[in-house]
């Protein structure tokens, strides 16, 4: 079926409008952030005078450079941990179909439901009584868990669309369960464990409820709790909040222009061809 030049145009207009949508608030914060601080800019506003200033404040108020360590510390703790284990259940589920593969399947796809606020309290006084308050361990466990969920959900959709052909040429050259897994199915699972670590790590990396709760110390926290630091009297200082903000979502941005390919793969990839 031939798409007409309207259609074509029309799809342009659509992409370029939500386009707009989704820079445009990120345009007016980094403006913000470049005015002079305790000033009220009013919308799209360029400055006379750009306050770059206001970044390197803001990294100091916040003590980024704490967080930053912290943060890294809780991703390297949680993603390779939660890969792993989701990718080997993925795959005992949706390749091997082991018994009772459906109802674990339903199991992890109500743990989809669970909101993080609906545990955080039970979770408290779990970890109080295990000693991990106030630890990176405090929010390093819990996430992990609540990844697992989809984690397992998105690595058995990979393993579910595999064509059987791979598995059962592997069989008949003498490959066993763990060679099968380790050796066929990991390298061509790549795009999907890749991406898969990247939402991970940007989840892990933004999370703000289980820091804020779970954590007392500021140090100990994540970058997205580094806004807890503008509470009081800098919480009026618009432009100084705004530049904080830009710093804490300027890796979270990098991650995902590095990996968009990764990402795009996994969405794509539904067959293997020979």
């Known amino acids: ?154 690595m058995r959709a990979h393993f579910a669309n595999m064509p059987s052909d791979v598995t059962e040429a592997a069989r008949v050259d003498g490959a066993n369960t763990w060679a099968l897994f380790w050796r066929i199915h990991v390298p061509l699972a790549r795009p999907a464990i890749a991406s898969l670590g990247v939402l991970m790590a940007v989840w892990s990396w933004n999370q703000f409820l289980l820091a804020l709760v779970l954590v007392e110390d500021p140090t100990q926290r994540t970058m997205a709790g580094a806004l807890g630091a503008f509470q009081g009297h800098y919480a009026t200082d618009i432009p100084l909040l705004c530049a904080g903000t830009i710093l804490i979502l300027l890796p979270t941005l990098v991650v995902y222009v590095v990996f968009q390919r990764h990402i795009i793969a996994a969405l794509l990839q539904g067959s293997v061809k020979g």
Do not use: K
Request: proline fraction near 7%.
């Open 1 to 154: 079926m031939r798409i007409s030049r309207a259609e074509i145009y029309a799809g342009r207009a659509l992409l370029l409008g939500l386009m707009a949508i989704t820079i445009l608030p990120f345009v007016s914060i980094f403006m913000t952030a470049l005015h002079p601080s305790g000033t009220l800019p009013r919308g799209l506003e360029w400055p006379d005078d750009p306050q770059w200033g206001n970044f390197v404040e803001a990294f100091e108020v916040a003590n980024m450079a704490a967080l930053l360590r912290s943060s890294t510390f809780i991703v390297l703790a949680v993603v390779p941990v939660a890969l792993v284990m989701a990718t080997m259940a993925g795959f005992a589920i949706g390749l091997l179909r082991i018994p009772g593969a459906r109802a674990l399947l339903l199991l992890f796809v109500f743990g989809l439901t669970l909101p993080f606020e609906g545990i955080i309290t039970p979770l408290y006084f779990l970890e109080r009584e295990m000693g991990l308050l106030d630890t990176r361990f405090a929010i390093v466990l819990p996430l992990i868990a609540l990844f697992m969920p989809f984690g397992v959900f998105w």
